[in-house]
């Protein structure tokens, strides 16, 4: 029996900008995720490949393009549903807010000064809520750089990176983000879900380092290099040889960072040979690794889809990196919204 093929009408640009949009920035999982399918139904992803993406069941998937198709954004949305009147008013909402400023790293805290104030008890829960429907997530509190960099070059970089995605998105170039990025047995495992009262562990030991130099496109197409040992100049201009030597109709853009064996005399004298060869290299501004795509790759490896047991020796590791390496366009997927 043929089974029936199903993708979303075309969408147009303002319909596609909406969907990045929920997906960056609604509150709601179940939102984000019916806006991801959309996306990825557009991109001409199966029912069946988005339900292994978004690890559902294809008739969930089905009914999701179903109510897109009749209500569009509204279809995203769950329905409200009935509830006992909540035991603080708007006002007393908007301080809880406020209270989140001052301490936010201290749910107790807050659930204190607002019974110093208003003499009324509330649990964690209801103050969790109260943050998640004001766009605020418990997540880990990051390092910046911003105040190193010229804001200046940041921009020009960020509008030459739009335009150069576009470019990609048209067919006229090829994108790639290429950075280096090691793995060993000291996880990157910050939360999981855990049972009450135990306590998931990982081993934690010394070994040696993985190291992977990679190439990225806005749409998942991947190349990487593993090896052991230091990375130095000679290490990536190999590699960049390797990449330049790949036949292909488009010119390469190669976006990096400016890391120092990115900036060596040896790794500069060999830009023009690359650029003979279709291979174009771009250098981001100082102090912006947030411009560089793949570093998302990175973090989605290391904090997501390495397995804990990849920790138990450096061979589980090695096997485990390559699995995901290798899959990366396929199992492995990251929706860009941007």
Not at 276 to 286: D, E, F, N
Not at 313 to 326: G, P
Request: a neutral charge; glycine letters at 4%.
């Amino acid at each position: 029996m043929k089974i029936a093929v199903k993708f979303v009408s075309p969408l147009g640009e303002e319909q596609a900008n909406e969907l990045k949009a929920i997906i960056k920035n609604s509150e709601k999982h179940r939102t984000r995720q019916r806006a991801h399918t959309i996306l990825l139904s557009s991109d001409g992803f199966s029912v069946d490949e988005i339900a292994k993406i978004c690890r559902v069941d294809r008739d969930t998937v089905s009914r999701w393009i179903d109510k897109w198709e009749q209500l569009g954004i509204e279809g995203l949305k769950d329905k409200a549903r009935p509830g006992n009147p909540g035991i603080l008013s708007q006002s007393e909402k908007q301080l809880v807010i406020e209270l989140c400023k001052e301490t936010p790293r201290s749910i107790p805290r807050i659930i204190a000064a607002l019974f110093e104030k208003t003499g009324k008890r509330v649990s964690d829960s209801t103050i969790k809520r109260i943050l998640k429907s004001a766009k605020l997530t418990w997540k880990r509190v990051r390092k910046s750089l911003k105040r190193k960099q010229n804001q200046e070059e940041f921009e020009a970089a960020q509008e030459e990176l739009k335009e150069l995605t576009k470019q990609h998105k048209e067919g006229e170039i090829e994108l790639w983000f290429f950075d280096e990025s090691g793995f060993d047995q000291q996880p990157s495992v910050p939360y999981a879900w855990q049972p009450i009262g135990d306590t998931i562990e990982v081993p934690s030991e010394k070994s040696t380092r993985l190291n992977v130099l990679g190439f990225l496109t806005p749409n998942n197409q991947f190349e990487s290099y593993c090896f052991e040992g230091t990375i130095n100049t000679d290490v990536v201009i190999a590699c960049f040889d390797k990449f330049a030597s790949i036949k292909t109709p488009l010119p390469r853009y190669v976006i990096i960072d400016n890391a120092s064996i990115h900036t060596s005399t040896e790794f500069i004298i060999n830009i023009e040979k690359w650029e003979k060869k279709g291979l174009i290299i771009r250098s981001l501004p100082a102090y912006c690794p947030e411009l560089n795509m793949i570093e998302i790759l990175w973090r989605f490896i290391k904090y997501y889809w390495l397995p804990f047991s990849a920790y138990l020796s450096f061979d589980n590791l090695v096997l485990s990196v390559e699995n995901i390496l290798k899959q990366i366009g396929s199992e492995f997927l990251i929706n860009f919204a941007s």
